[in-house]
């Protein structure tokens, strides 16, 4: 059988239909073809339609999902479960100590948990302090109270000697 690289679809899908009439063949052979072409369009796909690795956060679900990771292991891996929902939820990062954690107990590589992957923009609400003082209503006494103390005199304080023992 004469071989030649794959360069276009055409050539893509030609190579799919011998390895499809090679498929059934038993004999040694047609197995070495087998392998030869199959070869040959691994190549040309990886080439052609390259897959990305996951982000780090897409493959931290992957591997709780695959290994059916309990919930307990998952928080030692992030430090606590609000650690673990911040950085589940896009909005923390991993940080270095939750990467080796990860690295050790579901068995993926550094490479791909180190890798940048994109946060979330939370909206800054105001805190409670702040939107309670805004609300506030100051009785009319402690006003009328306030104005008073600012408006008398300050009496000049003196200081008295003291007596020695």
């Known amino acids: 059988m004469k071989f030649k690289p794959i360069r276009t679809e055409q050539d893509h899908e030609a190579a799919l239909e011998i390895i499809d009439k090679l498929f059934d ?36 679900e992957a591997a709780f999902e695959q290994q059916e990771t309990p919930t307990k292991v998952r928080e030692s891996i992030f430090g606590g479960s609000g650690h673990m929902s911040e950085v589940m939820n896009r909005r923390r990062r991993l940080s270095l100590g939750m ?42 006494r402690a006003v009328m109270r306030y104005a008073m103390t600012k408006a008398r005199p300050k009496r000049e304080k003196v200081s008295k000697p003291r007596a020695k023992r």
């Open 99 to 140: 990467i080796r954690r990860a690295h050790e107990a579901l068995g993926l590589d550094y490479d791909l948990l180190v890798r940048e992957y994109p946060l979330v923009e939370e909206k800054r609400r105001p805190t409670k302090a702040i939107a309670v003082k805004a609300v506030r209503v100051v009785p009319k």
């Open 25 to 60: 063949k038993t004999d040694a052979q047609s197995t070495n073809d087998l392998e030869v072409w199959a070869t040959l369009v691994e190549a040309y796909e990886e080439d052609k339609f390259p897959i990305e690795p996951p982000d780090p956060i897409e493959a931290l």
